[in-house]
């Protein structure tokens, strides 16, 4: 059985506000540092044998706290990137409506048609996320376990991709806290399960 963990960075004073970040290099508050360390401990306990992130600042990091715990290196790795959200970089859900009309949170995340202008859709970031997270599954040894640090919108996404969901189905799941992980198992004949999600320490 090999595991992936999918790991969701800590908090931000942008998330606090409720505030989109998109490539917004952004660093953890006070909770987000004191999120990774506990997360991070218990993470160490799989144990990794490999450590992935996202470039972005928040998740570099909140993956330090689990190189720390585990002597590992992450490797940095910019498809593991949030949602480029374009012109909706630092609105919050009331001023991305007002400005772009009440389908902006379901279209933008969800659904395949451009609102917001410069901002990837999620075709864009399936076509990134996806074959990155199956090159990393892919390079585990049988038993092996790794962490893959990165965002909220962009978890949901590879997810989906993982257990071979159509995207929309991600829809139904609630969303990821901060510093919160999925776990997906892959058994020796191939077949993927979603054994836990939002786990928290």
Known sequence: MKTLVLWRHGRTSWNAAGRAQGHADIPLDETGHTQALAAASRLAELPPAAIWTSDLGRTVETAGYLERATGLVAVLDKRLREYDMGERQGLTIPEATERYGSGVITELDLQERRIVPGAEITADVRERLNPALEEMLASLDPGGAGVVVTHGAALKVGLAGLLGWPVDQAQS?????????????????????????????
């Open 173 to 201: 799941l609630r969303g990821i806290d901060n510093c919160g992980w999925a776990i997906v198992t892959e058994s020796g004949s191939g077949q993927r399960r979603l054994a836990a999600y939002n786990r928290v320490a």
